[in-house]
Structures are given as structure tokens and as C-alpha cells.
Nanobody, 121 residues
Framework: QVQLIESGGGLVQPGGSLRLSCAAAGRTFSTYAVGWFRQAPGKEREFVAGISWSGGITYYSDSLKGRFTISRDNAKNTVYLQMTSLKPDDTAVYYC??????????????WGQGTQVTVSS
């Protein structure tokens, strides 16, 4: 069992940055891949970025690559999503999810509750 808690969301101006954290409880977290997803009002939940259990492999949404960076610290049981040059279209609830395999789909075994990110002036 893996429990995930996201934090770091909030209100930010266009062009600003935020770092989201996904803290996990569970002894085996370091063996799981982790993905970040987001869901804007009225839209489907979409893949943002993913990282393998070791951190050696990362995937990004093509539209976000270059602005967002995923990383992990297994000693702290935490995965991060650094977001820069934020735009109003990045406004969404951001979720982290854990799965034995790194995939781009929504087929992740465990999900957090989400953290709201609002980009507005």
C-alpha cells in the first residue's frame, strides 16, 4: 500500500514558478514509478511527467517539456515537479500517482488527492 500526499500548489502569476511535492508513505515507495497528472475544469485528466523508481528515466508531455522538471529523492520518499514559465492554461488540479511500471497512461495503481494550481494575474 502506498499513500500519496501532494503539496505546493497555490496562486501564481503568469511567468512564475512553483514546485509541487508528492510525499509518500509506504516502505516500497522507492520501487515505484511516479507520474504527475493534471485536470483542468471540464477537461480530461492528462499526463504531465513521469519518473522511474531510480530516477534514471523520465517522461514528459511533449507540450510541457522544457518548462516542467520531475525529480525524486527516495531517501525522503518524495517526488517533485518543478514548474516554470507558468501560463494560465497550466491552471488545474495536479495529481501524483504511483505504479510499479512507468507509463504515460492513467493506469496507475495509487493516486493522491491533488493540489490546486492557479495561474492568474
Amino acid at each position: 500500500q502506498v499513500q500519496l500526499i501532494e503539496s505546493g500548489g497555490g496562486l501564481v502569476q503568469p511567468g512564475g514558478s512553483l514546485r509541487l511535492s508528492c510525499a509518500a508513505a509506504g516502505r516500497t515507495f522507492s520501487t515505484y514509478a511516479v507520474g504527475w497528472f493534471r485536470q483542468a475544469p471540464g477537461k480530461e485528466r492528462e499526463f504531465v511527467a513521469g519518473i522511474s523508481w531510480s530516477g534514471g528515466i523520465t517522461y514528459y508531455s511533449d507540450s510541457l517539456k522544457g518548462r516542467f522538471t520531475i525529480s525524486r529523492d527516495n531517501a525522503k520518499n518524495t517526488v517533485y515537479l518543478q514548474m516554470t514559465s507558468l501560463k494560465p492554461d497550466d491552471t488545474a488540479v495536479y495529481y501524483c500517482a504511483a505504479n510499479p511500471r512507468l507509463v504515460r497512461s492513467k493506469e496507475y495503481e495509487y493516486w493522491g488527492q491533488g493540489t490546486q494550481v492557479t495561474v492568474s494575474s
